[in-house]
């Protein structure tokens, strides 16, 4: 097991930007595919967006395109979520997940195998 742990989360106006972080203790955070999910108030968990551990591809969910980027630092064993744009429908809990040398669609098929952070708040308010 890989501890995660999620920052950022907070109140903000739509239309406004937020920055989330997560880091991953382990020293070979280069080989984790690391994503973000997002759980919104009575619905499922869903994929948001994720950045492959080689090469470092970015994949986004049909409804953050554009608006939303992933970024990884295999140095400082981080990975960001820069949210702008948002919208009240992007509020939820945002969980950041690491799984070592997997596909992002693996991520998202599979997550029983996922890493998982307990989530940070982000609420979009109208």
């Known amino acids: 097991q890989v501890p995660v742990v999620e920052s950022g989360g907070r109140l903000v106006q739509a239309g406004g930007s937020l920055r989330l972080s997560c880091t991953a203790s382990?020293?070979?955070?280069?080989?984790?595919?690391m994503a973000w999910f997002r759980q919104a108030p009575g619905k499922e968990r869903e994929w948001v967006a994720g950045i492959s551990w080689k090469g470092g591809a970015t994949y986004y969910a049909d409804s953050v395109k554009g608006r939303f980027t992933i970024s990884r630092d295999d140095v400082r064993a981080t990975v960001d979520l820069q949210m702008n744009s948002l919208k009240p429908e992007d509020t939820g809990v945002y969980f950041c997940a690491a799984r070592f040398r997997a596909t992002i669609r693996t991520m998202v098929t599979d997550p029983d195998d996922n890493n998982w952070g307990q989530g940070t708040q982000v609420t979009v308010s109208s």
């Open positions: 382990t020293l070979g955070f280069g080989s984790y595919a």
